[in-house]
């Protein structure tokens, strides 16, 4: 009975009709159904993982900064760099990239191995981007005693 009933609904079936899987076989209505669980546990599609991305990705092609300097007497003394879209897309990468680590912790998820670096990569792009956007990464200008917009997106 085993050869030709399926693993999980126990009907039986003729051989063509099932298909192996790891420790048995199952038949083809119950691996569309195992394939849609999967694709429910996986971050492929999932709204949280889609507006990590968004949030990981904006500030790579939208980049809108300003950074503002005080020279006295050839001394920088004041110097402050800001990037609005990167703070915010970051941040919404870093919040919704947690509550997605969250999901996967209480195993409301489960990932593939590339839903895993996904998810990795978009918490440490929104983790940058909020340090850049803070001005982490800009240097000062040379204190030459002239103001200048410095552009120092890598
Ligand atoms: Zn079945």
Known sequence: ?????????????PPHELF???????????????EEV???????GNPLMIAAAIGAGVPMVFSMHSSSSQTVNGVVTHFEYRDWPAVIGGATALIFGLLLVIQVVRK????????????????LAGGRHVARGLGAF???PAASGA????????
């Open 1 to 13: 009975m085993s050869e030709t009933s399926c693993l999980k609904c126990r009907n039986a079936f």
């Open 147 to 154: 103001d200048t917009l410095s552009d120092n997106q890598p």
């Open 20 to 34: 192996a899987v790891p420790g048995g076989r199952i038949c083809g209505p119950c691996q569309v159904d195992s």
């Open 108 to 123: 409301k998820l489960s990932p593939s191995k590339l839903g895993y670096v996904a998810l990795g990569l978009v918490l």
């Open 38 to 44: 999967a694709e429910q546990g996986s971050l492929k």
């Open 138 to 140: 800009a240097t000062p």
